[in-house]
């Protein structure tokens, strides 16, 4: 593996960049259907917090789980209540006739640091990211200096860099490595097609969701590692960050193994490169220094 040189001056705290926190009823979460039982309760800050703290993190990222303004409202007012909750990834119908009122409202909490849609849930992903409206959506999300979180899966990575070439005028940022098709076992032909998203300095990337992606009760780590191995390469740590995905990831894992996972990853870099994915990056590209305690 290549030696990433880097500088880092952000504060040296580490962060938990993707999690979710939801009060579920089942009308509002369809995607978590029977296979997803564990996840069928609230998840709440106080069940996230102890696990902060086992794990020497200092703060999270809440990001959406469904689409929905009303959970946006209830993540930042989550947010404005636990410090420790640095920012939300919220949502926002980028297709909304009455956007830039909605994003100029939404904007008044400083907690807000993007948005995400679930365009992996979309009829078509690739359609979805060709439609003129959205595009003058991301272009007025942009506009305000909003990240956008990217889902979408390893079957559409080559429509999402065609999406993100036209909207480079901020961050936007990949989650859980596009989704890799881990079935195909092949993680050489997926780097192949993430490439041309990690060629792009504005895009970057979170290691997070694999366990999910992968054979709930037969992942081992030396499956998941080459992953990470090459994801390192491709965008180095300026450009990467942890996210549990928790609650999602516990379908497949504890927190303590996706976290066990994720820094068995990292032997081989300096402190400055540890520190810039375990926590460094997340705070400067969603711009929560600002937040941090």
């Not at 997926?190 to 990337?205: E, F, G, K, Q």
Request: aromatic share 8%.
């Amino acid at each position: 593996m290549s030696s990433h040189k880097t500088r880092h001056s952000a504060p040296a705290l580490r962060v938990d960049a993707h999690q979710h926190f939801w009060r579920y009823r089942a009308q509002d979460y369809p995607w978590i259907d029977d296979r997803h039982g564990a996840l069928r309760r609230d998840f709440l800050p106080e069940d996230l917090k102890p696990l902060l703290d086992q794990h020497g993190l200092a703060g999270c990222v809440a990001v959406q789980a469904r689409h929905s303004p009303h959970e946006t409202e209830t993540l930042l007012a989550l947010a404005d209540q636990h410090p420790w909750i640095l920012g939300v990834v919220g949502w926002v119908d980028l297709r909304a006739p009455d956007l830039e009122r909605q994003l100029a409202q939404s904007s008044e909490s400083g907690k807000l640091v993007g948005l995400r849609h679930q365009i992996q849930d979309e009829p078509s992903p690739s359609l979805f990211m060709q439609d003129p409206v959205f595009a003058r959506g991301m272009r007025l999300l942009q506009a305000r200096e909003l990240s956008y979180d990217l889902l979408i899966k390893d079957a559409d990575l080559h429509a999402a860099a065609d999406f993100c070439k036209r909207h480079d005028e901020h961050h936007i940022i990949l989650d859980h490595l596009g989704k890799p098709d881990l079935s195909q076992e092949d993680p050489i032909a997926w780097a192949d097609r993430i490439t041309p998203l990690a060629a792009l300095p504005h895009v970057s990337c979170k290691l997070s969701g694999l366990i999910t992606e992968a054979d709930w009760q037969q992942w081992r780590p030396a499956q998941l590692l080459p992953y990470f191995y090459l994801a390192l390469e491709l965008f180095g740590p300026q450009r990467l960050m942890f996210g549990s995905d928790w609650p999602v990831c516990q379908v497949a894992g504890s927190y303590s193994e996706v976290h066990q996972l994720f820094e068995s990853a990292l032997h081989e870099l300096s402190a400055d490169e540890q520190a810039a994915i375990r926590g460094g990056t997340a705070i400067g590209l969603y711009g929560l220094q600002g937040n941090c305690p």
